[in-house]
């Protein structure tokens, strides 16, 4: 619905991003090689990046759609429940875009207490979107059981830990790489 669409542009872009914007530096920024100065600001690797994880976030999102168009005549508790998994899926999203190569689940996890915040944020307002009665009228939300409730978080879930598999198959798979063969 227009509503839903504006709330989440509202809450679940805008907090995590300036959370993010106070993301401190990557321990080995200094050790990098500096970008050449007519690089392209997206390289086709991070647009490559930014298209699979995009999908994978509306497939998490049309999944939870599905589910609950499945289990009931008519599309409201659908919309909600795809309108929440949305709202989820983007603000723990957050924890994954800090870096394109190391994993959110390091050291580095705790370094940004603005990103928690923010997501804590999203998430109770999420919440409030279903469970606050006025506000469930104005976004046109239906309160949802706890199968619903329990396939939202799966699908919001599902997301950061394949972005998480990907990462740790990839720096795994540069590690062998990089290498070489062992003498004995």
């Given at each position: 619905?227009?509503?839903?669409?504006?709330?989440?542009?509202?809450?679940?872009?805008?907090?995590?991003?300036?959370?993010?914007?106070?993301?401190p530096s990557a321990p080995d920024v200094m050790l990098r090689k500096p970008r050449e100065p007519d690089a392209a600001l997206l390289s086709p690797n991070l647009?490559?990046?930014?298209?699979?994880?995009?999908?994978l976030l509306a497939l998490a999102?049309?999944?939870?759609?599905?589910?609950?168009?499945?289990?009931?005549?008519?599309t409201e508790h659908a919309v909600t429940m795809a309108f929440v998994t949305l709202g989820l899926v983007q603000a723990l999203h957050a924890f994954n875009t800090r870096s394109?190569?190391?994993?959110?689940?390091?050291?580095?996890?705790?370094?940004?207490?603005?990103?928690?915040?923010?997501?804590?944020?999203?998430?109770?307002?999420?919440?409030a979107a279903v469970y606050v009665p006025y506000m469930r009228f104005v976004l046109g939300t239906v309160l949802l059981d706890a199968y619903e409730w329990a396939v939202v978080v799966v699908f919001a879930f599902a997301p950061i830990a394949l972005v998480e598999l990907t990462k740790w198959?990839?720096?795994?798979?540069?590690?062998?790489?990089?290498?070489?063969?062992?003498t004995v």
């Open positions: 619905l227009p509503l839903q669409i504006l709330w989440l542009n509202m809450v679940t872009d805008v907090l995590p991003a300036l959370a993010l914007a106070l993301e647009m490559w990046l930014i298209a699979w994880q995009g999908l999102t049309l999944g939870a759609f599905y589910i609950g168009l499945q289990r009931h005549e008519g394109q190569h190391r994993s959110a689940l390091t050291r580095q996890l705790f370094t940004n207490p603005w990103l928690w915040a923010a997501v804590a944020v999203c998430i109770v307002l999420q919440l198959a990839t720096v795994g798979a540069a590690r062998h790489k990089t290498s070489g063969p062992r």
